[in-house]
Structure formats: structure tokens, C-alpha cells
């Protein structure tokens, strides 16, 4: 089975920049979600009146990482660009895939600029990436509820806020604003279906949100 047109076409970058990863998988004949793991942290950036995008940092397991930079120019002289172009390439193939950041107030979904200030780094054994989503425009705090998911829609990809601090509103927004974080609660039944999925199995885009955690933002605005 050829794993690397499993995974092209409006997959994930990285993932086909690690594609062989999966290979290391094809002596078992069943292997479960997922096959990579992000620990992230996430600032909800805004003040008194609006909330205007997100500041991000994913941490990629020290096995993905590895492979997401093997064969690369990592010499002493050529590691700078090296990185920063493996981060342009990132953020570009993101585009089409909402950055893994699904943004909602009320249930209707907030749309977003082009992403910031991309940038790949190394440290130790893990890759980490970081940048900056802007919302299309401004979002006016008013009592309705917000909710931010992040994740990978197939599940191959494991997107979580690991740590209590994992994910946090900006000082000034924090003065309006209050957060939560819903853990996902699959079912046993769901959790031995993808137990159950093999590696060469069809992407299906309903597993991701189904493991995935909630972040709750209620906001009371200034007045002033």
C-alpha cells in the first residue's frame, strides 16, 4: 500500500512531509488513531471590545518531529532558513484547511485572516510551531458564547491543550472575559471504533471533533 497518496491531496502538510512515519506501522495489521500527538498552547489575544485572533505554539512529538525533518539542511550555516521555509510551506498548506481552528460565537462560524509570523523551531527532539491567526475582523465581546476547537478533522493527528495554562485569554481580555475547558467525552463505542481502524484505513473527517477538547469564552464587554 502506498502510503504517501493516502495522504496527499488536501491532507494536512505535515503529515505528508511525514508520511513514512507510517510506515513503521505496516507489521501490525490493525493500528489505532491517532499516529501523532500536538500539545499546544493558546493565547485568545483582544481587549475591552473585541477579540482579535489567536497566538499559537504546537509542540509535535519527538517521532514526528524527526521525521518532519529528516533530509533537511540542519547544518549550523543553513538551519535558520532551513526551518523558516518548512514553516512558510506549513502555513500555506493550512490555509486550505482553516488551521486546524474552528472559532464559533453563538454557533455561527468566525472566519479568519491569512496567519502571521510563522515559525519552525527545534528544541531537543521536538519540533515546535509557532503563529499567529488574526480574525477576518474584530469580534465585537457581547454574552454570547464562544467556542474555539482545535483539531485534525481525521484523527490521524492527536491536537490537545495538555496543560491547565494550555490555553489562555490575553491579560487585558481576561478582565471581560472568562474561560473553560470541556474535555471530550467519546464513547466506549466510539472509542473502540477507532481502536479498531487499520492504518490503511479511509479518512473519516467525523473522528476529530469527537476527541477533540472545547474551550468556552463568556465575555461581559466594557461599557466604556
Known amino acids: 500500500m502506498n502510503f ?3 495522504l496527499t491531496g488536501d491532507y494536512f502538510y505535515l503529515l505528508r512531509k511525514f508520511a513514512l512515519l507510517l510506515l513503521a506501522f505496516t507489521s501490525f495489521s490493525s493500528v489505532a488513531h491517532p499516529h501523532s500527538w500536538v500539545d499546544m498552547q493558546t493565547e485568545i489575544q483582544g481587549d475591552g ?28 550555516e543553513n538551519k535558520a532558513q532551513t526551518l523558516q521555509d518548512l514553516a512558510d510551506s506549513i502555513m500555506q498548506n493550512m490555509t486550505t484547511n482553516h488551521y486546524l481552528t474552528y472559532f464559533y460565537e453563538a454557533g455561527m ?42 483539531y485534525d478533522p481525521s484523527y490521524y493527528v492527536d491536537m490537545s491543550w495538555p496543560a491547565k495554562n494550555g490555553i489562555q485569554l490575553s491579560p487585558t ?10 474535555d471530550a467525552t467519546p464513547t466506549s463505542e466510539q472509542m473502540a471504533y477507532v481502536m479498531s481502524l487499520p492504518v490503511d484505513s479511509s479518512r473519516d473527517d467525523a473522528l476529530g471533533e469527537l476527541f477533540t477538547q472545547t474551550a468556552i469564552i463568556n465575555c461581559q464587554p466594557s461599557q466604556i
Open 4 to 6: 504517501y497518496i493516502i
Open 109 to 150: 462560524p468566525i472566519k479568519y485572516a491569512l496567519a502571521e509570523k510563522g515559525l519552525l523551531a527545534q528544541d531537543k527532539l521536538k519540533a515546535r510551531l509557532d503563529f499567529y491567526l488574526p480574525l477576518k475582523k474584530p469580534l465585537m465581546l457581547s454574552d454570547k458564547t464562544l467556542k474555539l476547537l482545535i
Open 49 to 76: 471590545k473585541y477579540i482579535t485572533g489567536f497566538k499559537m505554539s504546537w509542540e509535535f512529538d519527538a517521532m514526528t518531529s524527526a521525521y518532519m525533518l529528516d533530509g533537511e539542511d540542519l547544518s549550523v
Open 173 to 182: 481580555l481576561a478582565q471581560y472575559c472568562k474561560l473553560s475547558v470541556i
